[in-house]
């Protein structure tokens, strides 16, 4: 019972809801983002994970991973376990708390061999359309 509450409590604690400009704002003045492609990350985020850093999806049809996080990092390459291939070298479990530093150097690493079109997300709802209502009433 007490094991019970205190799981629900840390869980509780580090669950994330972002607010879009909250979170333009941190990717570009925390994590050094390109403030150019700050819109695209964040309709990228929206249509991933609605801002929920505690979200995780799948399981993925093609080989049952899962997505993890804010990002919806996949596990069967980028962290572990439970996969032994672990490009980011972190544990999955860590991509789904409140603090995104460790899922931004993730997700560098990603981008930097794929770009965005390694989220499907971004694919089908965010390339060549008009991001500009993802950074409505937005000052970063
Ligand atoms: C965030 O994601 C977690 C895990 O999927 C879920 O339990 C929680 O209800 C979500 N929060 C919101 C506000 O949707
Ligand atoms: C993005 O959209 C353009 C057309 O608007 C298309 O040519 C391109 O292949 C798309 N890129 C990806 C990665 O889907």
């Known amino acids: 019972m007490y094991t019970i509450l205190l799981i629900s409590i840390l869980t509780f604690v580090e669950s994330k809801i972002y607010d879009s400009c909250e979170l333009a704002k941190e990717l570009v003045h925390k994590h050094d983002f390109a403030k150019q492609d700050v819109a695209n990350w964040i309709c990228l985020v929206k249509h991933e994970s609605e801002f929920n850093t505690t979200a995780k999806g799948g399981p993925n049809g093609y080989d ?9 990092i996949n596990d069967h390459y980028w962290c572990a376990p ?3 291939i672990n490009e980011c070298n972190m544990r999955c479990d860590d991509l789904r708390n409140d603090d995104i530093t460790d899922d931004v150097k993730c997700v560098r690493k990603i981008f930097d061999i794929h770009g965005f079109s390694a989220w499907t997300a971004w694919k089908n ?3 060549g359309t008009d991001l500009s209502s993802y950074m409505k009433d937005c000052q970063i």
């Open 64 to 72: 049952n991973s899962y997505d993890h996080g804010l990002f919806q």
């Open 125 to 127: 709802h965010c390339n």
């Open 82 to 84: 439970p996969e032994e």
